[in-house]
């Protein structure tokens, strides 16, 4: 137990799951809290936004589909990467990790354009209205864990490339995974509400969420 | 291999300020941890004297409102997150490996950067000072008072993304202890024959890593509305003030937990030992923690009652509070029933426990009357809920820290603190206690409103305020005579042993201070209080009870060598929050200064995760932490 940040070590622990599987495992869970209370505050805010533009105005849900599809399939692609470590095969390790590290970069990619055609061109900044606000954390936050996991891939790309990946550092691709395939739910969800759900939302009278005028104190 | 990895060789001295710098020993970082909470806890307790000495007369102007407003901020944000966290943390540091039969806790170094960002968060909240631009919006910041408009000053921004670096040890520091609790117990060590400290630890961990999250969504929206335009508390763009506060109280009210349930623990190994007899119903205090846990979700909006939230979430939220109570009522039960019909030694961390136990249920009632809606209105934001909290938190969490700092500094040090001078400091603390706070429940029923800087004359406030200053003057002269202990038991106090209390746990059965690898070989745990079986069977034998474990064979146990990559690491990560408070006149200096952290913080994780945890070629074993930490 002196070993216990040596991955390559086999170690017995109390309940036989791995330390650093186990430090996986819990850290997705607050994670899970962070995701939770981004999207909570979207879905407060929804059909709250005073002015325009509202989601039914920009939010362009086939492309997204699109970025969507290519995000599950490098989670395809990654569940191929720790099975070819699992089994040493070399070329695959290197070939799938690359495919789930390109895979995700593409997802950022679709993420950029939609950023840049929803301020730019359609005016929608952070500081637009409510709807602005809570879009661009919610969904920079999670291109956020998009890039993180990306450099991470291509780290371990980087090290499979030296032949230092095998059945015996597998963990080391498995914990990329878990991390990878998280980020990839918290996207579904994150796609159902927002797009989705959430895609058709106008301003607060015509969402239903005031009626009658809206409020004289508030600035028009 | 090792000396590869890193510009510098790695260090493999085990005494100076290097090793200090670059230590992964739990020993060591839970004496760093102690030693710089407590140099909060001062500081805290030096602004609470500046809110004391102006509250003493009415119409008082030794300061003006400003400064008291940000006095009342650091003195409450200072003791929740720099001082009462970290000291409970420096617990779990120190004992929880020892007292699970580990030699370290899982990750070393995750470890050490735990407390060297907590350090420099710290810090660089602190710095707020340097600049005159102190935090001023009380310790739960509602908005919209904390929007540029009504704070311009960067007071708040200090406040925020100090926070967020903080949250973001105490993140690292929970996953590794429950981890290390989870999965590095000694052979035998079942869930159920954890100590229950060691429960504790676990719950509060749990809490830590599923509550901070939600409060870094609050800090880093506020940070947002703040520095970069958005809404999000922005009444003009339809954003809702009243989202900060359940954000920060889904938080805040585990948070409370967080804060309570280490000492719960502290205080749950002490009564026994000098109660020379069992915990009463152990598996009843356990199973009321993890309920406490698990509710202590579902509370949140007694602090928001008088918001208008409306009858039905007022009346679910005064149900499941009062609710809550009983959890915790049925563990002082447990600890009265620990002490009925046993031998009591009233030595001064039993003194220390009573008293947790007797200002706890005063704090407790408290709680009980504002669980209530309607009784609350008429508390809400007046004294009453001064002297509620800190019954709790000092009379509760500060009396079970030093109750356990009685308790372990003759493990730590070999060295006993002066039974003399300890029954003075409880004393002093326990009448200067209720000196101080009692009165309060009286100048808030009277209709005195916290925060408020001054106050005429007239409305019957002036004795309740008058005592309360009095009752500070005699809990600072308890602190400094806690302080002279310290410094005099180090050099002069009573030589310990190993076992100077008799005690049921694991960590009494090495030697004091522990060797850095603790346990020699490692213990297989023969039941809950394992240390008591063993003592038992042998005295019941005839035999002489068994002396500390003798140490091992230099070099034959194999330990994680220090490094420097968690410091380095973790001054990245903080300068990131830095470069974001970097007020040049051209806000997008901002970023490049922050991307540098961002590279130093990279350039640490590359350096630490290409590095062995233990270096191949290094001496290990045989030389001692302990004495480092003691001397
Ligand atoms: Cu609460």
Redesign the pocket.
């Known amino acids: 137990m002196a070993h216990a940040e040596t991955a390559h070590h086999a170690e017995a622990t109390t309940t036989g799951l791995n330390h650093r599987k186990l430090l996986m495992w819990i850290f997705l869970g607050s994670d899970c809290m962070l995701f939770g209370a981004l999207i909570a505050t979207y879905m407060v805010y929804r059909g709250q936004s005073i002015v325009g533009p509202y989601p039914v105005d920009i939010l362009n849900i086939p492309v997204t589909t699109i970025s969507t599809f290519v995000l599950l399939c490098s989670s395809f692609a990654m569940v191929q990467a720790l099975a070819a470590t699992n089994r040493n095969n070399q070329r695959g390790i290197k070939i799938w990790l690359l495919a789930t590290a390109l895979l995700g970069f593409t997802f950022l990619g679709f993420q950029v354009y939609e950023f840049y055609t929803f301020s730019v061109v359609e005016g929608l900044f952070i500081g637009t209205n409510l709807f602005g606000s809570t879009f661009f954390t919610l969904t920079g936050f999670h291109g956020a864990h998009v890039t993180l996991g990306v450099v991470w891939l291509v780290s371990l790309f980087i090290v499979a490339f030296k032949g230092r990946l095998g059945p015996s550092t597998a963990l080391d691709v498995e914990l990329a995974g878990l991390y990878w395939h998280f980020v990839d739910i918290v996207w579904i969800v994150i796609f159902t509400l927002v797009y989705l759900i959430g895609g058709y939302d106008a301003g607060p009278v015509a969402a239903g969420v005031l009626t009658g005028p809206i409020p004289s104190v508030l600035p028009v | 291999m090792a000396t590869t990895t890193g510009v510098l060789a790695r260090p493999t001295s085990y005494s100076g300020v290097w090793s200090w710098l670059t230590t992964v020993d739990h020993k060591r970082i839970g004496v760093l941890y102690g030693a710089t909470a407590f140099i909060f806890l001062l500081i805290a307790g030096l602004e609470a004297g500046v809110l004391r000495a102006q509250l003493a007369r009415p119409n008082s102007t030794i300061v003006d409102g400003q400064t008291f407003n940000a006095m009342f901020t650091m003195h409450a944000t200072t003791m929740i997150f720099m001082a009462i966290m970290p000291m409970s943390v420096a617990f779990f540091n120190f004992v929880v490996p020892l007292a699970i039969g580990a030699r370290d806790v899982a990750f070393p170094r995750l470890n050490a950067f735990s407390y060297w960002v907590f350090l420099f968060g710290a810090l660089l909240m602190h710095t707020s000072f340097l600049v005159g631009q102190i935090p001023d919006a009380g310790w739960f910041s509602y908005a919209n008072l904390t929007s540029r408009t009504f704070s311009p000053e960067a007071g708040l921004d200090f406040w925020a993304i100090g926070l967020l670096v903080m949250g973001a040890s105490s993140v690292a520091g929970a996953l590794n202890f429950t981890v290390t609790i989870i999965n590095m117990r000694a052979p035998g060590m079942s869930l159920w024959r954890m100590p229950v400290f060691i429960w504790m630890t676990l719950l509060t961990s749990i809490l830590l890593v599923l509550a901070f999250p939600v409060i870094t969504v609050g800090l880093i929206e506020l940070t947002m509305d703040r520095n970069f335009g958005t809404n999000f508390f922005n009444t003009s763009a339809g954003g809702d003030p009243v989202l900060w506060q359940h954000l920060f109280?889904v938080f805040?009210?585990p948070e409370?937990y967080i804060l309570i349930l280490p000492a719960m623990g502290i205080v749950s190994e002490i009564l026994p030992t000098f109660s020379k007899k069992p915990l009463f119903g152990y598996p009843v205090v356990i199973f009321s923690g993890i309920v406490i846990a698990i509710m202590g979700w579902a509370?949140?909006s007694?602090?928001m009652f008088t918001v208008g939230l409306g009858p039905v979430a007022n009346s679910v939220f005064t149900i499941t509070t009062m609710l809550i109570a009983v959890p915790t009522g049925v563990k002082i039960f447990n600890w009265i029933g620990t002490m009925w019909g046993g031998s009591l030694e009233f030595k001064t961390p039993m003194l220390f426990a009573i008293g947790f136990i007797a200002l706890f249920i005063v704090g407790g009632l408290s709680g009980v009357s504002h669980a209530v809606s309607p009784s609350d209105f008429q508390q809400q934001d007046t004294y009453y809920i001064v002297a509620h909290i800190h019954y709790v938190l000092f009379g509760g969490s500060i009396f079970g820290i030093f109750a356990g700092i009685y308790y372990w500094f003759p493990k730590l040090t070999n060295r006993m603190l002066g039974e003399g001078l300890g029954k003075w400091h409880f004393w002093l603390m326990f009448i200067g206690m209720n000196i101080t706070f009692f009165p309060m429940h009286f100048a808030g029923l009277d209709g005195m409103p916290r925060r408020i800087y001054t106050y005429p004359v007239g409305y019957g406030w002036e004795v309740y305020n008058l005592l309360s200053s009095l009752g500070y003057v005699l809990l600072f002269v308890g602190f400094v005579m806690f302080v002279h202990n310290i410094f005099h038991s180090l050099k002069k106090g009573q030589v310990a042993g190993h076992d100077p209390w008799d005690a049921p746990t694991l960590e009494w059965s090495i030697s004091s201070p522990p060797p850095e690898y603790n346990f020699a070989e490692i213990p297989h745990v023969r039941g809950l209080d394992h240390y008591w079986i063993v003592k038992r069977e042998a005295r019941a034998a005839g035999q002489p009870v068994p002396g500390p474990e003798p140490h091992a064979a230099p070099g034959s146990v194999h330990m994680p060598s220090p490094s420097y990559w968690p410091l380095v690491t973790a001054f990245g990560v903080v300068w990131i929050g830095g470069g974001m408070l970097i007020d040049v006149g051209w806000d997008y200096i901002k970023f490049p200064i922050s991307f540098v952290g961002g590279l130093i913080a990279f350039i640490g994780v590359v350096g630490w995760a290409n590095e062995p945890a233990s270096a191949p070629d290094a001496h290990h074993g045989g030389h001692e932490a302990g004495h480092g930490a003691a001397h």
């Open positions: 109280w805040g009210h409370v509370v949140w007694h602090h």
